[in-house]
């Protein structure tokens, strides 16, 4: 970039002041406004802007609307909600290695549906001993889930792709509320892992379909809701562990299973 020659130093660090003056804050936590909120309304935050760079949104209370596609480094939902238009989808997109569910709600509206999407290469954690509900929304995992605490839950026939890593050291459940009268569906890609390694029993109270791996290092697995092993799905108990079958589970032939 060239720089006019005429301009004054002085008059240099007072334009480079006033661009700093307009930019996130990186690091900087940044909340909604208050009640609901689109996440695209630059008023709905308290920094007067739509999130970006290395801010981090931490929704405590309210609900943030999420209208098409938008994208965050990390996020921290510690209550509240997060959800779709009324008429329409919303995707959220983390990227970042540091975000945080602690409490609240992924809630879908009955004319769409929210998706929360975990790229590669990015960190979810589920923590704190709180219930943790997507409610009719699909979360779809590319990079890494560690679920560490609390209750994971799907109302209203929630979906769970996991093409990458899901690392389950909780005791809490894993399952459906009951509420609406779907169970919830749990898809281990191709290319997925989930991992078990806290001892005791883990009930999947979920339609649990498996392509990629599973593994238990501690504990017992048990399944409870059915679901489907494919040829491509392995399913592997480590010394001392358990898999647990309650009930009708589809294994294909020529699946994989060792323990």
Known sequence: MRFPRNLSLSAWLGAAILLLSHAPAWGQIVTPSGGTIE???????NTGHIPGGSETPQISTGTVTVSGAASIATVNLFGGAITNPGSGNGTLTLTGSSSDWRS??????????LTLAV???AVLLISTGSTHNFDGSAIVNNGTINWSAGNFLASQGGTFVNHATFNDSSTGVFGSTGTGGATMTFTNATNGTYAKSAAGTKDTNVVFDNDGAVLVSNGILQFNAGGTNSASGTLTAATGATLRFNGTYTLADAAGLSG
Do not use: Y
């Open 104 to 113: 609240g709600t992924l809630n879908s509206s009955a004319g769409g549906k």
């Open 119 to 121: 790229a590669s290469g």
């Open 39 to 45: 996440w695209t309304n630059p008023a709905g935050w």
